[in-house]
């Protein structure tokens, strides 16, 4: 009789509501509220008779907190709506992820506020536990081109992590890319290519390692640093020469010539080398044309030095017994003389 007296009021109270819109809403409400109704009074009247299908909530070797209760009897068909972890549930070395039909996380899963419908027996949900994992980013620390590695992997605590090296040619004016750092200012833990990072219990940030090269440091050609103008500008800031001597006896130029181009200061080996080879041509081998044609170390962009510079290689290489130089004469970019 409990279950006749409740669906009369409520009808009454929606018919005295929906009598003041139309006859056609006041039939779709009506029936919409006769359907809610029944379902209400089945699942009170299943519980009390102890019948319907129980969900059950269960930890999934939980290391704290408690599992939610839901007292509730459903009947096939009816609609479940999924609980979020309202006790507080805990596992060390895991994190929450909701719900599973299987304790593997094999089964169906269910976040918080989610419905299934109930079948025709009684369900067990577990906990779903990944393993807490953390995350690897690369920051470029001011550079002026490339890019930063991407790791798009999840690390678990304790998980070694090999280092990349510069994968995505990142470039800083006036420096040189000399590994990973776990600071910016280069004050923390350094990596280079090919090591490994133990991972901790937290995402991490690597920043690129920008250093200057000191006066006979070996260049990123392999060649030697022999000039430092302190400052990048004008796309430059070291001069490198080349680890060995690249020929002997060969001529200046392919023919005696005045070309007109006698620069001599540090910078103007490289104008110098161009304007010789608009001069003369490529039409044969000659010292200009041998540096301007060479590859190596991975780059191409070699001259025949200024008389300065070839000036600043005896100095800062040569008295120091760096790059290989013979006791012997060497050409340099800026004309003296036709010959």
């Known amino acids: ?36 109704i029944a379902a209400e009074g089945a699942a009170e009247i299943a519980a009390a008779n102890g019948a319907g299908n129980t969900v059950t909530y269960n930890g999934n070797g939980n290391t704290g907190g408690t599992v939610p209760a839901d007292p509730a009897r459903y009947e096939e068909g009816a609609s479940v709506t999924v609980p979020d972890n309202t006790g507080n549930l805990t596992r060390t ?11 593997d996380g094999g089964g169906i899963a269910y976040t918080a506020g989610e419905t299934f419908t109930m079948g025709t ?45 510069n994968t995505g040619t990142l470039v800083k ?44 440091d070996t260049g990123p050609a392999g ?17 490198e020469a080349a680890p060995s001597d690249q020929i002997a006896g060969i001529a200046w130029g392919p023919n005696p010539s005045t070309t007109g181009i006698t620069a001599t200061g540090i910078g103007s080996g490289e104008a110098n080398t161009a304007g010789l080879i608009s001069f003369f041509g490529t039409g044969s081998t000659y010292a200009v044309q041998l540096c301007d044609g060479l590859s190596l170390g991975g780059y191409s ?8 510079e070839l000036a600043a290689m005896y100095t800062n290489l040569y008295l120091n017994s760096k790059g290989g130089f013979a006791s012997n004469y060497y050409w340099s970019s800026s004309e003296y003389d036709p010959n």
Do not use: H
């Not at 669906?7 to 005295?16: G, N, Q, T």
């Not at 070395?93 to 304790?103: D, E, K, R, S, V």
């Open 301 to 308: 962009d070699w001259f025949l030095p200024s008389k300065d």
């Open 121 to 165: 027996s009684d369900v067990i949900l577990y906990a779903a536990w990944p393993v807490i994992s953390y995350t690897v980013t690369y920051n470029g620390n001011g550079n002026t081109g490339g890019t930063v590695p991407a790791d798009p992997g999840r690390y678990e605590e304790g998980a070694s992590v090999v280092m990349p090296g």
């Open 173 to 216: 004016g006036g420096f040189y890319f000399a590994g990973w750092n776990t600071q910016a200012d280069g004050g923390g833990t350094a990596y280079t290519a090919g090591q490994t990072l133990t991972m901790g219990a937290a995402d991490i940030t690597l920043y690129a390692k920008w250093s200057v090269y000191s006066i006979g």
């Open 223 to 239: 060649g030697y640093i022999f000039y430092d103008k302190g400052v990048f500008s004008a796309g430059w800031r070291y001069l």
């Open 93 to 103: 070395g895991y994190m929450f992820a909701g719900w599973n039909t299987q304790a």
């Open 1 to 36: 009789m409990a279950g006749r007296i409740k669906i009369i009021r409520r009808l009454s109270l929606l018919i005295i509501a929906v009598c003041l819109g139309t006859l056609a809403s006041c039939s779709n409400l009506l029936l919409d509220a006769v359907k809610q």
